[in-house]
């Protein structure tokens, strides 16, 4: 039985993962932060239901022993290293804590797997930020990197990090260059899930406004269920390759929230109120991602549309707030 271990088990990209290879019928180790198992109810929500299925192991990205152990411990065959500290604005805030935990935490990872578990195949989670200000749309494994924010600047480090380890101890690392992906799991800070949870309580009477920032912006979006696939797929190739993970189509946090009013039968613009203050310092106006090498090469492609993740979004949040609604009622 093959053994995988996934940094950041209990975040989005995480928990799809997890399900996913123990489908595959994977023994699957996870990393996360002590804190989370002292209240797994508020902090392991989204892989409450397979806990007795995988293995949890606290951890810190910040300590290099920590990471070792770990490593030594379980022996990977593939290992997913998805853990940052991923919301970009917060980035801004704290540029030093973003650049120390995912570069030195990318660097500790590597450096275990190189010690401890050297066949390990070793999928880092690039990220479409590092293009920035892209001179070329769409944006493919050529494009050159510009990156906008500490984040943004992060990644880029780690994706070398893993190409220097691929290119000089011969490691299969690989870098999984995804554009902006999302579902009922994704966080709240991102945009998309702070629509479709706004739409819901508003629609439901809890809450009567949504703040904004800048609603021009233009993302490629996709279903964070297909891209976990993608991961796997990336390790499975006779070579380690970068790829890049995207719909090939980009739209607006406008279009967005539209959509996401509009599926709960209002109109968008009596709620949203502009906010400056959610501005970002320097802001990437598009990123729109070309997965022709990932399409040809691994036979990859999305299964769910930009109308598809609205909806499905908004759903599933409807549903939700109603229980909780109807729970504290009762
Ligand atoms: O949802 P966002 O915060 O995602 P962002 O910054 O594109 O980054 C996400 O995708 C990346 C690519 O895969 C990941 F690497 C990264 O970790 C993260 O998952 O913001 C999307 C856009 C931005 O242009 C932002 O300025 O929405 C704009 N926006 C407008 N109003 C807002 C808001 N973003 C947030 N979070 N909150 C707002 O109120």
Redesign the pocket.
């Known amino acids: 039985m093959k053994k995988a271990l996934i940094t950041g088990i209990d975040g989005q990209d995480g928990s799809y993962l997890a399900e996913f290879l123990l489908r595959k019928g994977y023994k699957v180790h996870g990393i996360v932060r002590r804190v989370a198992i002292e209240d797994p109810g508020y902090h392991l929500w989204r892989i409450n239901h397979i806990l007795d299925k995988i293995v949890i192991h606290p951890g810190s990205l910040e300590s290099y022993a920590s990471m070792f152990k770990i490593v030594e411990k379980v022996k990977p065959d593939e290992c997913y290293h998805l853990a940052?500290q991923?919301?970009?604005?917060y980035s801004f805030e704290d540029e030093f804590s973003t650049l120390n935990t995912n570069i030195n935490g990318t660097h500790f990872v590597l450096s275990a797997i190189k010690e401890r578990a050297p066949k390990c195949k070793f999928y880092f989670a690039a990220?479409?930020?590092m293009f920035g200000q892209a001179k070329e749309t769409p944006q493919n494994e050529t494009t050159a990197f510009h990156p906008r924010?500490p984040?943004?600047i992060s990644?880029v480090a780690g994706f070398y990090l893993t190409q220097n380890y691929r290119e000089a101890y011969d490691l299969f690392a690989l870098s999984g260059i995804?554009?902006?992906?999302?579902s009922p799991r994704r966080g709240f800070?991102?945009?998309?899930?702070?629509i479709s949870n706004a739409v819901a309580e508003i629609k439901l009477g809890v809450s009567n406004r949504l703040?904004?920032?800048?609603?021009n912006?233009k993302?490629d979006w996709g279903f964070a269920g297909d891209y976990v696939r993608a991961m796997w797929l990336m390790l499975q190739q006779d070579r380690p390759e970068d790829y890049v993970i995207a719909t090939g189509k980009a739209h607006s946090?406008k279009e967005f929230a539209e959509l996401a009013f509009d599926y709960a039968g209002l109109n968008w613009k009596k709620y949203t109120i502009i906010?400056k203050m959610?501005?970002?310092p320097s802001?990437?106006?598009v990123?729109k991602g070309d997965s022709g090498k990932a399409r040809k090469r691994l036979d990859w492609g999305p299964t769910v549309t930009f109308e598809g993740l609205v909806k499905m979004m908004v759903e599933s949040d409807l549903d939700r707030v109603k229980k909780m609604h109807t729970k504290i009622k009762r």
Do not use: T
Request: proline share 0%; net charge neutral.
């Open positions: 940052a991923s919301f970009v604005s990220s479409s930020e924010s984040y943004g990644k995804l554009f902006n992906h999302e800070e991102f945009v998309s899930r702070k703040h904004l920032g800048n609603l912006a993302r946090v906010d959610l501005y970002r802001e990437i106006n990123l």
